[in-house]
């Protein structure tokens, strides 16, 4: 054999496996399954839900927890509100509502309104001083004045007993309970609000009624 025909069966040789091997790639990628989407993340309920967390529905063999982490002053939890209302007056009986704090240092009185919602639980009436601060936010979100002499306001208007109320809205313990619910949101990727948790997964949809009932209808047919 000559070296020229060597050299073209060689390359002759090459051609050919370099032909089988394409084929076979081919022919794989034609039977690979597709890839798998990775299952968003599951934040411990521990985390999520404190012993002391608020629950503004607790029923007993709820199959279904929505914590939402939530600026008092914002906005968007503002318009958030009324869906959120309704969902609960509708899932009430079935699903677990969860109220967690987590006042956003640029809004002026964040985090003394959810001061004030904290002392006001101290006298029973939580629910209702958190209703006023969503239903009256026109009167004292969005400004860069203390709004203490409104919530002091709108102790007066629940009926509260205001030297306790005023007393509980100051102590370091009331502003450490804030904080801890902060400190959780931010440990468990909360970056704005509102932010809702559904069974421990972030919701990454519009915190809209519709948006929100889909994934609890979900997870309660499950």
Same mark, same amino acid.
């Given at each position: 054999?000559?070296?020229?025909?060597?050299?073209?069966?060689?390359?002759?040789?090459?051609?050919?496996?370099?032909?089988?091997?394409?084929?076979?790639?081919?022919?794989?990628?034609?039977?690979?399954?597709?890839?798998?989407?990775?299952?968003?993340?599951?934040?411990? =309920?521990?985390?999520?839900?404190? %012993?002391?967390?608020? *629950? @503004?529905?607790?029923?007993? !063999?709820?199959? &279904? $927890?929505? /914590?939402?982490?939530?600026?008092?002053?914002?906005? =968007?939890?503002?318009?958030?509100? %009324?869906?959120?209302? *309704? @969902?609960?007056?509708?899932? !009430?009986?079935? &699903? $677990?509502? /969860?109220?967690?704090?987590?006042?956003?240092?640029?809004?002026?009185?964040?985090?003394?309104?959810?001061?004030?919602?904290?002392?006001?639980?101290?006298?029973?009436?939580?629910?209702?001083?958190?209703?006023?601060?969503?239903?009256?936010?026109?009167?004292?979100?969005?400004?860069?004045?203390?709004?203490?002499?409104?919530?002091?306001?709108?102790?007066?208007?629940?009926?509260?007993?205001?030297?306790?109320?005023?007393?509980?809205?100051?102590?370091?313990?009331?502003?450490?309970?804030?904080?801890?619910?902060?400190?959780?949101?931010?440990?468990?990727?909360?970056?704005?609000?509102?932010?809702?948790?559904?069974?421990?997964?972030?919701?990454?949809?519009?915190?809209?009624?519709?948006?929100?009932?889909?994934?609890?209808?979900?997870?309660?047919?499950?």
């Amino acid at each position: 054999m000559t070296k020229n025909t060597k050299v073209s069966l060689t390359v002759v040789a090459v051609v050919v496996a370099v032909v089988a091997a394409l084929l076979v790639v081919t022919d794989l990628g034609e039977d690979a399954p597709a890839a798998q989407v990775d299952a968003p993340p599951v934040v411990p =309920a521990s985390i999520l839900v404190r %012993p002391d967390s608020h *629950r @503004l529905s607790d029923p007993a !063999g709820s199959k &279904v $927890t929505v /914590v939402e982490f939530l600026d008092l002053e914002c906005e =968007a939890c503002g318009a958030a509100y %009324p869906g959120v209302e *309704r @969902l609960r007056a509708e899932y !009430g009986d079935r &699903v $677990t509502f /969860v109220l967690r704090y987590f006042p956003i240092p640029s809004h002026q009185n964040a985090e003394l309104a959810a001061r004030a919602v904290e002392a006001a639980g101290k006298q029973g009436k939580l629910e209702p001083m958190y209703r006023l601060m969503f239903e009256k936010q026109p009167e004292w979100g969005d400004q860069q004045v203390s709004h203490r002499e409104t919530f002091l306001g709108f102790a007066r208007e629940l009926g509260l007993d205001l030297p306790a109320f005023e007393t509980a809205l100051d102590d370091p313990v009331t502003l450490g309970r804030v904080l801890a619910d902060r400190t959780d949101g931010a440990n468990v990727g909360v970056e704005g609000t509102p932010t809702f948790f559904v069974n421990g997964v972030k919701f990454t949809g519009s915190p809209s009624y519709q948006g929100l009932k889909a994934v609890i209808d979900r997870e309660l047919a499950r």
